[in-house]
C-alpha cells in the first residue's frame, strides 16, 4: 500500500511551458490526500524558490536535492556542505565569472547576471536576484550551488577540487553542487524514517538526472514520458509527458485515485 507520494517540479508536476501545476494535477492530488496519502514535493529548489506551486499545502518539501528536509514546518534533515570545500567552490566560480545560483537554508542569492543566467532564469520562471559576492557567502552554510555552466568547463576548472561534494545536471545550461552524502533518495529516507512508514510504501515521479536516486529508492518510481532515456531505464514505469498529463495517468494506473 502506498502511503506517502514524492514529486519533483519541473518538467514532473509543473510544465516548462506553463510554469504552474495544472488543474488536472491540483485535482490528482488532492484525490491523493482524501485517500490518506501523503504529498511531498522532492526537488533541486530551495523552498524559497518553489513559488510555481500555487500555494498548495504539501505535507513537506525535500529540497535542494535532498540536503533539507520539512515535514509539517519542522527541519528534520539538514546537511549543507563543508565549509572549506564551499568556500574553494565559490572561489573558483568567482574567479571565472560565472553565474551562479547559491541556496541558503532560508534564502537564495546569485553571484552575477549575463544573457545566459536571465535565459535560464526565465525557463524556470525565477526572477533575476541582485548579484553578490560567493566567497562572502560562503562564510556562511551553504546547501547547494548551481553554477550555470557548461558540462565542459565544469570538468576543467571544478571537478578537480570537489572531495566532500558531488553535482548532478538535469538541465544542459547548468547543473546542481551538493554536499557528498545528499540525494533525493537521501532525503526520501529521511523523511520515511521520519514518518515511520516503509520505503515500498513510497513513489517518485521525476524527469531529470538529479531524480533517478529516488527513483531507484521509492517503492514505485515513475519517469515522465519528456525524461531522457537513461532516467527512464531507471523508473519502474514511464508516463506520458508532464504537457500529456503524466502524473495523473500514472497514479490511474497504480490505482491510487
Given at each position: 500500500m502506498?502511503?506517502?507520494?514524492?514529486?519533483?517540479?519541473?518538467?514532473?508536476?509543473?510544465?516548462?511551458?506553463?510554469?504552474?501545476?495544472?488543474?488536472?494535477?491540483?485535482?490528482?492530488?488532492?484525490?491523493?490526500k482524501?485517500?490518506?496519502?501523503?504529498?511531498?514535493?522532492?526537488?533541486?529548489?530551495?523552498?524559497?524558490?518553489?513559488?510555481?506551486?500555487q500555494?498548495y499545502?504539501?505535507?513537506?518539501y525535500?529540497?535542494?536535492n535532498g540536503?533539507?528536509?520539512?515535514i509539517?514546518?519542522?527541519?528534520?534533515f539538514?546537511?549543507?556542505?563543508?565549509k572549506?570545500?564551499?568556500?574553494?567552490?565559490?572561489?573558483?566560480?568567482?574567479?571565472?565569472?560565472?553565474p551562479c545560483?547559491?541556496y541558503?537554508?532560508?534564502g537564495?542569492?546569485?553571484?552575477?547576471?549575463d544573457?545566459t543566467?536571465?535565459?535560464?532564469?526565465a525557463t524556470?520562471?525565477?526572477?533575476p536576484?541582485?548579484?553578490?559576492?560567493?566567497t562572502?557567502?560562503?562564510?556562511?552554510?551553504?546547501?547547494?550551488?548551481?553554477?550555470?555552466?557548461?558540462?565542459?568547463?565544469?570538468?576543467?576548472?571544478?571537478?578537480p577540487?570537489?572531495?566532500?561534494s558531488?553535482?548532478?545536471?538535469?538541465?544542459?545550461?547548468f547543473?546542481?553542487?551538493?554536499?557528498?552524502?545528499?540525494?533525493?533518495?537521501?532525503?526520501?529516507?529521511?523523511?520515511?524514517?521520519?514518518?515511520?512508514?516503509r520505503k515500498?510504501?513510497?513513489i517518485?515521479?521525476?524527469?531529470?538526472?538529479?531524480?533517478?536516486s529516488?527513483l531507484?529508492?521509492?517503492g514505485i518510481?515513475?519517469?515522465?514520458?519528456?525524461?531522457?532515456?537513461?532516467?527512464?531505464?531507471?523508473?519502474?514505469?514511464?508516463?506520458?509527458s508532464?504537457?500529456?498529463?503524466?502524473?495523473?495517468?500514472?497514479?490511474?494506473?497504480?490505482?491510487?485515485?
Amino acid at each position: 500500500m502506498i502511503r506517502a507520494a514524492f514529486f519533483d517540479i519541473d518538467g514532473t508536476l509543473v510544465s516548462f511551458k506553463t510554469h504552474v501545476i495544472s488543474e488536472t494535477s491540483l485535482r490528482s492530488l488532492d484525490r491523493l490526500k482524501e485517500a490518506g496519502i501523503k504529498v511531498f514535493i522532492s526537488s533541486g529548489r530551495p523552498v524559497a524558490l518553489m513559488d510555481n506551486l500555487q500555494d498548495y499545502p504539501f505535507d513537506g518539501y525535500v529540497s535542494m536535492n535532498g540536503s533539507l528536509v520539512q515535514i509539517g514546518g519542522k527541519t528534520i534533515f539538514s546537511h549543507p556542505m563543508d565549509k572549506e570545500e564551499s568556500m574553494t567552490i565559490a572561489r573558483i566560480l568567482q574567479d571565472n565569472a560565472v553565474p551562479c545560483v547559491t541556496y541558503l537554508e532560508n534564502g537564495v542569492c546569485m553571484s552575477r547576471l549575463d544573457d545566459t543566467a536571465i535565459q535560464v532564469m526565465a525557463t524556470l520562471a525565477i526572477s533575476p536576484l541582485p548579484p553578490v559576492d560567493l566567497t562572502e557567502i560562503a562564510e556562511g552554510p551553504v546547501y547547494q550551488y548551481t553554477p550555470i555552466m557548461s558540462e565542459e568547463l565544469f570538468q576543467r576548472i571544478l571537478a578537480p577540487y570537489m572531495k566532500k561534494s558531488v553535482a548532478t545536471r538535469w538541465h544542459p545550461a547548468f547543473l546542481d553542487i551538493v554536499p557528498e552524502g545528499s540525494s533525493k533518495a537521501v532525503g526520501l529516507d529521511e523523511a520515511v524514517r521520519y514518518l515511520g512508514i516503509r520505503k515500498e510504501e513510497t513513489i517518485a515521479f521525476g524527469d531529470g538526472g538529479n531524480d533517478v536516486s529516488m527513483l531507484e529508492y521509492a517503492g514505485i518510481g515513475v519517469a515522465m514520458g519528456n525524461s531522457s532515456d537513461e532516467v527512464k531505464s531507471h523508473a519502474d514505469y514511464v508516463t506520458s509527458s508532464v504537457d500529456e498529463e503524466g502524473v495523473t495517468a500514472a497514479l490511474e494506473h497504480f490505482g491510487l485515485i
